[in-house]
């Protein structure tokens, strides 16, 4: 976490639940798009639960690298349906910060047709920067 500087430009109003940008400096770690399904292969029940379980397994790849929430510089929100996320913001907001603690790095979501998983309400890409100190 200490390789990241959070960017805000002046007067910009400050953002609720992510970054405007992140600048970062270290190893650079890239977690392909996660969904809402455990090491079994099943799915969590409703959005709010499949963006946690999206989230814990973006953790565990991150582990791997010996990395975790704190390293995370952008994620990218693949939804279903926009309006389920309006409807779920206090959950999402709730797991997200049970997860992720209250790092909030530069974000986007992002409406979708549908996902390849038929189940899925959502996928999450992660980028993270290791600290060199590390």
Do not use: C
């Not at 455990?38 to 639960?49: H, I, Q, S």
């Not at 992720?100 to 309400?121: C, I, N, Y």
Request: a neutral charge; proline letters at 6%.
């Amino acid at each position: 976490m200490s390789g990241l500087r959070f960017l805000q430009p002046p007067g910009w109003p400050k953002p609720k639940g992510y970054a405007n940008g992140v600048a970062a400096s270290g190893e650079t770690i890239f977690v392909g798009g996660q969904i809402g399904w455990d090491v079994g292969g099943r799915f969590a029940d409703g959005l709010p639960a499949q963006i946690g379980q999206a989230l814990e397994n973006i953790l565990a790849v991150l582990a791997e690298a010996g990395a975790g929430p704190g390293d995370i510089t952008r994620l990218t929100w693949y939804l279903v349906d926009v309006e389920d996320y309006l409807a779920h913001q206090a959950e999402i907001g709730a797991a997200y910060r049970r997860i992720m603690g209250r790092h909030f790095p530069a974000m986007a979501v992002v409406e979708v047709r549908r996902l390849v998983e038929r189940q899925a309400l959502v996928e999450i890409e992660a980028t993270a920067v290791r600290a060199p100190s590390r």
